[in-house]
Structures are given as structure tokens and as C-alpha cells.
């Protein structure tokens, strides 16, 4: 059996894990120190041997990302923090910064060292405010302590942090759409190549990674790269948070290593609500695709999600019960990518709009199996022609759902009108 | 009696909507030069420009807009275009307590339906729309990352978590009868959308303090690997 591996959310439970001064008591800042004493191309080698690939969904291996900086090359570097926590379902990073903000500060100090930048930006979504005065704090506080500045703890290496908020745009979690943002411009992606690492920020080498992997860089300094790659599974090291939200007994979040299933999570967070039974559910967000309950035993981990024909994604566990319609979900889903849709490429600006349109009739039992395939068709025209990654995630909730609840859309269908009684899925469902 | 600034052209329509009163200016002007020093290039300081001339209207005016352009050197159609790109920017004035209700799937099914569906209708104002009084705006909003305490209500961007309709309509009731709220995971109190907006561009309010570290969802884990005596592996001695 899996058990879990409290690390990043260790001390969340203390009253005050946000300040420096619990953090320090803990052991944090440390790992700068130690960090700091190595040659940069060390830490860069530990990244790369412990395995971590990046937690904000795609997976891309941390190091390797921080090796194509080219090195020497008398330009400015650039880390960006992609805070920009968004993705439906997830709710990882947004707590992490709330209780632990210095260790993704720590993080922060360390991995720009690594990549010798001495401009570092947390791009954080505006949406959440106390998060935000967190951040500040945790930065102000490590500026007061000479983490951050000029000549940090006497060795040479000046870094400025900069707290960075969005103003509400899913897109600008994409990598490149987050640095047009940055830099003033509406959030809208930049066509790859070249990549961030050669041209990112103001043209300049970028490193660009999600707030748990960069968290989670300190842990491997102090620890070593074998201890982290002694978590989790031969390709997907390490551990990572897992957050599970919905018809669940008790929702929250679980850090475990990296190839725990759903069952054994689920067995930790009570089951299914009483009295119902798994449907449907995502395992990294609303554009990964959907699994069932015959995906219950499958992994956790890249390979293995990717094989069973999803993607592990953020490890957003939205969890829904047989008393919910599928069809409404995945018509919801689709609103929310048409509505953050930014509108440079058609496929996906149209494609969203019509998906809209279409499901917003059928979940009216307005339609027939002839819309189906329009809506695959409509997939097809979709997924792979996208300029960025939001146009194919859009795709997901729509071709998952046929595949495995196409008797549901026809029900649907046969019905003229949606034939479940949504007051049954609330949280207060059965109460009065 | 409004003062055009030296560069605005005679032409332009000297009204309230179109310039900022002197001492407001100057007040502005400081905090952006703060703002713009942070940025290796100016135009980087535009997002947070924005939210500070919102904290200064409540939304983001024709006055904001050049004001924005002003600072940063561009022109003020350069950034129209990036105020109507971003769903924080408002384009006409809100509540002072702008609430928001997930009604993305997850919080929808569990409740984020039927909470806005009786908020609105008890409140008497639409998406996007405000109350006669101006103390209250209300907006359907997509995930804000809470789904582990679904259905999520937001008010000034302080997290209500584990709502339900009473509680919803409760919590607006309170606002406009001038109550202290309190967020489930955030400050003690809520504060104004002017106030928060000038957080978001950059300016700490010294409240960072205040309210809990973490919710309850978020140490269920913690608390189950305690409880059963579960734990990371101990790194070995002599690692790098």
C-alpha cells in the first residue's frame, strides 16, 4: 500500500507556517545556504538526476528545462514562477503559498542561482488576494533577512523577486501567453519555437516553472537527488500533491509519492459521499480526460495515466457520483474554455464557441446522435490545430465523455430534457 | 475645476471621467514611478498600473486608461486593448464588494447553481451588474482554485468556502447593512474593492498576518499521515 509523504505541506499544520521565523525553526533556508556554496551546474545535475518533472501539468523534466539556458552568454536570465493556479479542479498551489510562501521563496533563490538569473518574477493569479499579501510578505521578509538582494549571505549572487498579479485570464497559465502578460501585453501565446529557454522574457533565456516544482527544488538540495528519486515510480520520481474536490467524504489535499492510485486515495479521504458510487472523474484537471470507475487502479503517475488515455495533469481528483449528468459538466467545461478562449488562433476560438452552442442544446435533449459525431468532427478540427495547449485540453471533457457516456447524450436525446435532478448532486442534497 | 495635464491635447474633453484632479495625479504618479521601477521595462508595470487606478475609481476609467498610457509610454488604444483582455479590469464602476460565485462544473454541481440562481434573484441584480446603492455587484466566476471546499464564493477576492444559498444571501445582507465579514481562509475582514485592488498592484497592506495558515481541507492529508504514522523517507547520511 501507498502511504502519503507530507514534505511540501509538512508544517501546514502550525499557526504560523507562513512567517520566516516558523520557517527558519523548521529548517527552511537551509538549503540556500548549502545551495549557495555549489557550483551552480551542481544544482542543475541534482535536478536533473532526482527526476522531478514539472507539477504544472505537462510534466517536462525541471533540469533538463534549466540545462537549454545558454550558459555565459553575457544576456540577462529570467525565472518565472507560473502562479497562476487555474486549471478547473486545481487547488494545489494556492494553499501551498497561503501556508508555506517560503518555500517556494526558498525555491525561488535557489533555482535562480542555479540558472544565474538575478531577475526572478512570481506570476501569481489575481483572484486570490490573501495569497497575494502572503507572497509579499514572504518576500519582504526575506529581502529583511538578506536572502534577497545584493550579495546575498556574503557570496557574490544578487537577486531581485518580484510579486507579480494577473488580472483573470486562464490562458496566461500557458507559459508564453504568462510572459506577453508580463510584459504588459495581452495574454495571448507566442508560437514555439523558439522556446522560452532561448527567448523569453524581453527576448532573453527564461526558465518558466510551476510553483510546486520550484517548492519543491530546496527539499532536493538538502535531501539529495536519490532520496527524491526514491519516491514515486522509474519515470515519474518523487511526490506531489494530490487534490481531491467533490463527491467525496472528506476533499482536501494528500501528498503522496507519484503512482498512488484513486482507490487508495479515495480509501484515504473517506470514499465516495455515503450512499453513492464514482461515475466519472478528471485526474488532472478539467482538460485531462475523463476517466471512470474502471480507471480506479491505474497509477498516478505520467506513463500510466497517459497509457489508460488521459494525462495525470495537476492531480486535480474531481470526483462526481451517479447522481451527475455528465452532459452538463462537460457543457460547463466548454463555456469556461469558450469564455477563456484569447481569440489569436480559429480552431480553437471557433471551435470552443460551437461546442458551446451545441451542448448547451443537447443538454436540453435538443439534438441526436448525428450531433455526436458533429461534435468529434468538431474535435478533430480542434485538438492538434490549436495554437496552445488550451485548445486541445477543450477537447477533452467533450470526446471523453462520448466515448464512455454515449448513452447518456442519447437518453438525453430520447428525453427531450436532461434526465437528472441536479438538486441531487449539492453538497446539501437530502438534507431538509 | 479638473487641470489637463501638460502633454493632453486642447482638444481632449476635459471632464471628470478624462483626468484625475491634481492631488490625485501626484499621488498616483508616485506610486507608479514605484511601480514601474520594479519592471526592467516599463510597459511589465501596465498590469499592476491597472489595478492601481482601480483602487483609485473602482474601475478603470478613461482617466485610468491614459493615465496608464502616460506612464508607460504607449498609446491609450494600446491599452483599452489589454483592459478588455483581463476579466479583473472593470470597465464600469462595481460594488464595493464585488461577490462571485463559482459556477464552473465542479462548484456548479455541487451547489454553485442553485446558490446563484437564488442570490440573484434575492439580491435583484444579474451578472456583472450592481445594486442600486452600490454596495454590492455580483459575478458568475470560474475556478478559483478552492474546488476542496466546493461550492466557493468569493468577495473582493477573499475566499468564502463551503457556501450554501442561506448563507450566500446572509453574507450579502451583511455587507450591505455595513457588517464586518470575515473570509473563511483569508484577512479578518473583507475589505474594499478599492483596498484590494491597490494589493494587487503591489502594494502590501500589512494584513499578510491576519487569519488562519491553512483551511481544513488542505491539512486532511497532514493530519491522516500523523494520525497513522506515515512519513517521507528519511534522507540518508552523507547525501550530496
Keep these: 500500500m501507498t502511504t502519503l509523504t507530507p514534505i511540501l505541506t509538512k508544517h501546514w499544520d502550525r499557526p504560523d507556517s507562513f512567517t520566516r521565523e516558523a520557517y527558519e525553526d523548521d529548517g527552511g533556508y537551509e538549503a540556500l545556504r548549502t545551495a549557495l556554496g555549489m557550483p551552480q551546474d551542481d544544482i542543475i545535475q541534482a535536478v536533473k538526476d532526482s527526476g522531478l518533472r514539472g507539477r504544472g501539468g505537462a510534466g517536462f523534466p525541471t533540469g533538463m528545462k534549466w540545462g537549454f539556458i545558454p550558459q555565459a552568454d553575457g544576456k540577462p536570465h529570467y525565472l518565472v514562477v507560473n502562479a497562476d493556479e487555474s486549471e478547473p479542479g486545481t487547488c494545489k498551489d494556492i494553499p501551498l503559498m497561503m501556508a508555506n510562501p517560503h518555500a517556494l521563496v526558498e525555491g525561488v533563490i535557489i533555482s535562480a542561482y542555479a540558472i544565474r538569473a538575478n531577475i526572478a518574477f512570481i506570476y501569481v493569479r489575481g483572484e486570490v488576494l490573501h495569497v497575494i499579501r502572503r507572497l509579499q510578505q514572504a518576500v519582504a521578509e526575506a529581502y529583511e533577512a538578506g536572502y534577497i538582494g545584493t550579495d546575498i549571505l556574503g557570496t557574490g549572487f544578487d537577486l531581485e523577486l518580484v510579486v507579480h498579479s494577473g488580472a483573470g485570464a486562464y490562458i496566461c497559465g500557458e507559459e508564453t501567453a504568462l510572459l506577453d502578460s508580463l510584459e504588459g501585453f495581452r495574454g495571448q501565446p507566442r508560437l514555439k519555437p523558439p522556446f522560452p529557454a532561448v527567448a523569453g522574457l524581453y527576448g532573453g533565456p527564461t526558465v518558466i516553472n510551476n510553483v510546486e516544482s520550484i517548492a519543491s527544488v530546496p527539499a532536493i538540495v538538502a535531501n539529495g537527488a536519490d532520496w527524491f528519486a526514491s519516491m514515486g515510480t522509474e519515470k515519474s520520481k518523487g511526490f506531489g500533491i494530490f487534490s481531491l474536490s467533490g463527491h467525496v467524504t472528506r476533499p482536501g489535499q494528500y501528498e503522496a509519492p507519484l503512482g498512488i492510485t484513486l482507490r487508495e486515495l479515495l480509501d484515504m479521504a473517506g470514499g465516495v459521499r455515503a450512499g453513492h458510487q464514482l461515475k466519472f472523474w478528471t485526474p488532472g484537471g478539467s482538460s485531462t480526460p475523463l476517466f471512470t470507475d474502471e480507471h480506479l487502479d491505474v497509477p498516478l503517475d505520467f506513463e500510466s495515466v497517459g497509457a489508460a488515455g488521459s494525462m495525470l495533469g495537476t492531480r486535480a481528483l474531481q470526483i462526481f457520483d451517479e447522481t451527475t449528468c455528465v452532459v452538463r459538466a462537460v457543457l460547463r467545461w466548454s463555456e469556461f474554455y469558450a469564455h477563456e478562449s484569447c481569440g489569436k488562433c480559429t480552431p480553437c476560438r471557433e471551435g470552443t464557441y460551437w461546442y458551446k452552442q451545441m451542448l448547451k442544446r443537447l443538454e436540453q435533449g435538443q439534438g441526436s446522435e448525428e450531433d455526436l459525431d458533429t461534435l468529434l468532427d468538431l474535435s478533430d478540427n480542434i485538438l492538434g490545430r490549436s495554437f496552445c495547449a488550451l485548445g486541445d485540453g477543450a477537447t477533452s471533457p467533450v470526446t471523453s465523455s462520448i466515448q464512455y457516456f454515449r448513452d447518456e447524450y442519447i437518453r438525453h436525446f430520447e428525453m427531450g430534457a436532461c434526465p437528472f435532478d441536479h438538486a441531487a448532486s449539492t453538497v446539501w442534497a437530502g438534507e431538509k | ?240
Excluded at chain 2, 10 to 28: D, I, K, M, Y
Excluded at chain 2, 123 to 128: F, L, N
Excluded at chain 2, 143 to 161: G, I, L, S
Aim: charged share 25%; hydrophobic share 35%; with cysteine.
Design chain 2, 1 to 240: 475645476m479638473n487641470i489637463r495635464r501638460a502633454d493632453e491635447s486642447v482638444e481632449g474633453s476635459a471632464t471628470v471621467s478624462t483626468s484625475f484632479e491634481p492631488e490625485v495625479l501626484e499621488r498616483l504618479e508616485r506610486d507608479a514611478k514605484e511601480i514601474i521601477a520594479r519592471y526592467p521595462k516599463p510597459r511589465s508595470a501596465l498590469l499592476p498600473l491597472l489595478h492601481l487606478v482601480q483602487s483609485e475609481e473602482g474601475y478603470v476609467s478613461e482617466a485610468g486608461v491614459r493615465f496608464c498610457a502616460d506612464a508607460v509610454g504607449i498609446t491609450p488604444a494600446q491599452v483599452t486593448g489589454v483592459v478588455t483582455f483581463y476579466t479583473q479590469y472593470k470597465q464600469h464602476p462595481v460594488g464595493d464588494f464585488h461577490v462571485g460565485v463559482c459556477i464552473n462544473s465542479l462548484c456548479a454541481i455541487m451547489g454553485g447553481d442553485q446558490i446563484w440562481r437564488e442570490l440573484s434573484e434575492y439580491v435583484g441584480v444579474g451578472h456583472d451588474e450592481s445594486t442600486e446603492d452600490g454596495k454590492v455587484s455580483l459575478e458568475r466566476i470560474e475556478c478559483n482554485a478552492a474546488c476542496d471546499y466546493a461550492p466557493v464564493m468569493m468577495v473582493n477576492w477573499e475566499f468564502f468556502d463551503d457556501m450554501t444559498p442561506d448563507k450566500a444571501k446572509q453574507l450579502v445582507d451583511d455587507l450591505r447593512a455595513g457588517k464586518q465579514v470575515a473570509p473563511t481562509r483569508g484577512a479578518e475582514s473583507v475589505c474594499s474593492w478599492k483596498q484590494a485592488s491597490r494589493v494587487l498592484a503591489g502594494f502590501n497592506d500589512g494584513r499578510a498576518g491576519e487569519g488562519a495558515q491553512a483551511g481544513y481541507a488542505s491539512l486532511r492529508g497532514l493530519q491522516l499521515a500523523k494520525d497513522s504514522g506515515w512519513a517521507a523517507p528519511e534522507p540518508e547520511r552523507g547525501a550530496e
